[in-house]
């Protein structure tokens, strides 16, 4: 069984899926009523969040939604760092930094992250195992070959996810602090995001907790056909429960209230909480 604790938060098959609230800070977000960059209403949004039930916070200053275009190094560390210090001074929760670049893990860790979200699965920066292993934090992990989610059948995405496993190992990155991640959305197709999710079961063989987000992406506005991202929240909720009852144990969203209701009802169903 996996049973760790991810930044004091007990997360494995016997702890309740850790609930983790998006706040997405970049503009380009496929999501646009997500979208926050004053730091005050930053601040505000993840104070509500940890209200309803969130345990960690995200934050995000680059989308890596498809066919965004990368801003720089310094673009991104203008975004996010404004942000970060006015949310860190608010919550108490684990802060997590969704950046595929070192220099913006280290210096977030810095002022106030706890954990990194890196959706290359160390793959985009050779240096971010280093700055993981230094400040001795935890990391999810996303499925990517090349592009992040780029992984389809799930075999793929368990050879992958390994990969970055192997990179772990080779950079003596603490094990027991991963999350693994199977990217669903990125533009890889409905099939395969609901290929992904109904086998998400297999993922449990690598032995370690799996982080999914699915809130609002495209491929639930593809199967409900709902263009605009704020009508999808039933549908990710839906999503939700399948990925729980198929072993998620942490999900990404940018619904907290509604997130936990659904997940603590399906946790009942499975036993999973005493």
């Given at each position: 069984m996996v049973k760790r604790k991810f930044s004091g938060i007990p997360l494995g098959d016997e702890a309740p899926a850790v609930i983790t609230g998006v706040i997405n800070i970049a503009p380009e977000t496929f999501y646009k009523e997500s979208s926050v960059q004053n730091p005050q209403k930053a601040a505000d949004r993840a104070e509500k969040m940890i209200e309803e039930g969130a345990d960690i916070i995200d934050l995000g200053a680059m989308s890596t939604a498809p066919g965004v275009e990368p801003i720089s190094l310094e673009e991104e560390k203008q975004r996010l760092l404004p942000v970060l210090e006015k949310v860190s001074e608010r919550i108490d929760a684990p802060i997590s930094i969704d950046t595929q670049r070192a220099e913006v893990a280290k210096i977030a860790l810095e002022s106030g992250g706890q954990m990194i979200n890196d959706v290359s699965g160390f793959k985009y920066d050779s240096?971010?195992?280093?700055?993981?292993?230094?400040?001795?934090?935890?990391?999810?992990?996303?499925?990517?070959?090349?592009?992040?989610?780029?992984?389809?059948?799930?075999?793929?995405?368990?050879?992958?996810?390994?990969?970055?496993?192997?990179?772990?190992?080779?950079?003596?990155?603490?094990?027991?602090?991963?999350?693994?991640?199977?990217?669903?959305?990125?533009?890889?197709?409905?099939?395969?995001?609901?290929?992904?999710?109904?086998?998400?079961?297999?993922?449990?063989?690598?032995?370690?907790?799996?982080?999914?987000?699915?809130?609002?992406?495209?491929?639930?506005?593809?199967?409900?056909?709902?263009?605009?991202?704020?009508?999808?929240?039933?549908?990710?909720?839906?999503?939700?429960?399948?990925?729980?009852?198929?072993?998620?144990?942490?999900?990404?969203?940018?619904?907290?209230?509604?997130?936990?209701?659904?997940?603590?009802?399906?946790?009942?169903?499975?036993?999973?909480?005493?």
């Open positions: 240096r971010m195992p280093s700055v993981v292993t230094d400040f001795d934090c935890p990391a999810v992990l996303m499925a990517a070959k090349q592009e992040p989610g780029d992984a389809r059948k799930i075999e793929e995405v368990k050879q992958v996810l390994q990969e970055s496993l192997d990179i772990c190992d080779r950079e003596g990155v603490d094990l027991e602090k991963i999350v693994i991640d199977p990217g669903i959305g990125f533009g890889k197709g409905v099939k395969w995001d609901l290929h992904i999710l109904k086998n998400l079961h297999e993922l449990k063989k690598l032995n370690h907790p799996v982080c999914v987000g699915i809130s609002r992406k495209s491929f639930i506005g593809e199967v409900l056909d709902l263009k605009d991202p704020a009508d999808r929240l039933w549908g990710s909720l839906g999503a939700t429960a399948i990925a729980v009852m198929n072993g998620a144990d942490m999900i990404r969203t940018h619904d907290p209230k509604e997130t936990i209701h659904v997940v603590r009802v399906v946790e009942a169903i499975r036993g999973k909480v005493d």
